[in-house]
């Protein structure tokens, strides 16, 4: 079966597509890339999605609107994947998420846009969707579902961990049967907002981390970032924009004696990004991490971490057959099939969920659904290298 996997990120800078074709025997299932890739935002669209994140208000006319359009460009590039190779049986879209509601440590709900049915129609195959609430029913905080792919790929490499960097970073520890995963705090988001705001690369974000590279770190500013009680959570725990945003930053900025200027502000945030990140992976005692996400491609970030864990072999997950950029866009690809054939897609020690459960909500494509016959389950994957190159 071929799935096209879509995701856009709390970067929310464009959408990344993986199309997987899965073959199983028994509990065992290759995955071999036949498509991946990124496509960014209309700028137009990427501007009004951004006026409508909290903490900013909005409208339930803007929101309806939104749905509508982030749901159609989907479909454009579900149907460009598709038409690169030949045609999908499926498609699994996890939408843009614009709000995470959590309370204390315990999420409560969650909200994607971009509406399914436009995929559906467009492409007229069944289509998986709003995957993340069925975990948070189950008591999970509906992320990071990573972990699910995670555990699949990195249970036989002892005591071994995988870290997102996208716009919030997360980390899945797999030693064994025993499997934790959570939201670390900002990688991309408060980097990326402050660069949009003051318009300092027409991109979004900090290319080879130029911008950063020209600055300073500030101390005192680094220091009041580093105060906020969300690093002090036991896990499981997740967050997102609605707490790591622009006004975020700029009430930490307020609280500083003088303008600080910007490359130094750009600066501090990503010496941020690597001490959060560098301090939880201190404390799991891993030997092996396998990085993903935009922010691996940030040479700040990614030479800072090295540095900062002399004790741990860091590698991208192409090693694994993953592409670094494209990884969770294959996650979702594997979720869709996953819901397609009646397995569950998440791990409960990644979410903190009470048991597994089978993810999302299907929507028919052309005709009456049809579903496969229902699988034993996943217990390994193989990902095979993206055959585009």
């Not at 999908?88 to 843009?96: E, F, K, P, R």
């Not at 971009?114 to 007229?124: D, N, S, V």
């Not at 899945?172 to 991309?188: E, K």
């Amino acid at each position: 079966m071929r799935v096209a996997g879509l995701i856009s990120g709390t970067s929310h800078d464009g959408i990344d597509v993986a199309v997987v074709e899965f073959a199983a025997e028994g509990t065992s299932l290759v995955g071999r890339v036949l498509y991946d890739g990124s496509v960014p935002y209309d700028p137009q669209l990427r501007a009004r999605l951004i006026a409508a994140l909290p903490p900013a208000p909005t409208t339930l006319d803007e929101i309806t609107q939104l749905d509508t359009l982030i749901g159609q460009a989907f479909a454009d590039v579900a149907q460009m994947a598709a038409d690169a190779v030949g045609g999908v049986d499926a498609v699994c879209s996890h939408g843009q998420t614009v709000f995470h509601w959590v309370d204390g440590q315990h999420a409560l709900g969650t909200l994607q846009i971009g509406q399914p049915a436009w995929i559906a129609e467009r492409l007229g195959v069944p289509t998986v969707a709003d995957v993340r609430i069925r975990d948070i029913t189950a008591g999970g905080q509906g992320a990071p579902l990573v972990s699910f792919l995670d555990e699949l790929l990195l249970r036989d490499r002892g005591r071994a961990g995988a870290l997102n960097l996208g716009g919030i970073s997360n980390i899945t520890v797999v030693d064994g049967a025993d499997v934790f995963a959570y939201d670390i705090g900002p990688a991309n988001a408060l980097i990326d907002a402050v660069i949009v705001a003051r318009g300092l690369n027409p991109f979004g974000y900090d290319d080879d981390a130029r911008i950063a590279r020209s600055g300073h770190v500030h101390g005192a500013l680094l220091d009041s970032l580093l105060a906020d009680p969300y690093y002090l959570l036991p896990a499981p725990k997740s967050t997102g924009k609605e707490h790591f945003h622009l006004d975020y930053v700029n009430a930490h900025l307020d609280r500083q004696p003088g303008a600080i200027p910007s490359e130094d502000v750009i600066a501090t945030l990503t010496e941020l990004t690597v001490r959060t990140v560098a301090d939880a992976i201190r404390r799991t005692g891993l030997t092996t991490l396998v990085v993903s996400g935009g922010g691996c491609r940030n040479p700040l970030i990614l030479d800072g971490l090295t540095a900062s864990l002399p004790e741990v072999d860091v590698l991208l997950t192409d090693e694994l057959g993953a592409p670094a950029d494209s990884k969770e866009a294959i996650l979702f690809a594997l979720i869709g099939w996953c819901t397609l054939h009646g397995v569950a897609g998440v791990v409960p020690g990644g979410t903190g969920a009470s048991a597994p459960r089978i993810l999302g909500t299907i929507t028919p494509g052309a005709g009456p659904l049809v579903l496969p016959t229902a699988a034993e389950g996943v217990t390994s994957l193989r990902l095979e290298a993206n055959a585009r190159g």
